[in-house]
């Protein structure tokens, strides 16, 4: 197992609602990555926190936060929650943010909006 | 245009048989290139880096040809547990941290 975990496992949630996902990064790790994965397709780089910064931006709308902790943990916070957020939110620690540092994948939380 | 493309198959072979995935991308940039497993329901795990040289993991050949932008793999001896989809990825840029770009990957079964 790579050491990263996420919780929840599992959450529904309804529209208009706001979410907090989580993820343990690996130990020695301290970047940590979101991407979201809708069914069918691969997933989608959100955003990048290194060192408690965001380090990265993808293509997803303000509505998309996140946080790092002293630690290295992160928390993606989502809200106005639509239809279209049902997905497997991914996690990924590294080492470093350099494009030579392996992301190690937690185990990801599925989130249904209904 | 999407950053990376790959045939999303699905490819069902028998057990034995070599079986070959191929993929492109469109940053010239691109720094790393990866392939990575995604078994049903779970999250993807790194299969192999592949290099300029190419690479080879046992049953696994992972090719990259930079002039193209064409990633592959080839399976050889396929079993039934290489069952799974297998997602080419490419780096992104220090803009966006490295970040990894997913083709939507390719569905491979294998039967007995």
């Known amino acids: ?114 | 245009r999407k950053e990376v493309e790959q045939d999303p198959g699905p490819f069902n072979v028998p057990e034995g048989a070599t079986v070959a995935f191929n993929c492109t991308y469109s940053n010239s940039a691109s720094q790393s290139f990866f392939w990575y497993r995604q078994d049903c329901r779970k999250e993807p795990k790194l299969l192999m880096s592949v290099y300029s040289s190419g690479n080879e993991d046992g049953r696994f050949t992972a090719q990259l040809n930079r002039a193209s932008q064409y990633i592959s793999l080839l399976i050889r001896d396929s079993k039934l547990s290489d069952s799974a989809t297998y997602l080419c990825v490419v780096n992104g840029n220090s803009n966006s941290g490295y970040a990894l770009n997913f083709g939507k990957g390719t569905s491979l079964l294998v039967t007995p």
């Open chain 1, 1 to 114: 197992e790579t050491g990263v975990t996420q919780s929840p496992t599992h959450l529904i949630k309804t529209r208009g609602q706001q979410v907090t996902l989580r993820c343990s990064s690996q130990s020695g790790h301290n970047t940590v990555s979101w991407y979201q994965q809708a069914l069918g397709q691969g997933p989608q780089f959100i955003f990048q926190y290194y060192r408690e910064e965001e380090n990265g931006r993808g293509n997803f709308p303000p509505r998309f936060s996140g946080l790092q902790f002293p630690n290295y943990s992160s928390e993606l916070n989502v809200n106005a929650l639509e239809l279209d957020d049902s997905a497997l939110y991914l996690c990924a620690s590294s080492s470093n943010p350099g494009y030579t540092d392996t992301q190690y994948f937690g185990p990801g939380t599925r989130l249904t909006v209904l």
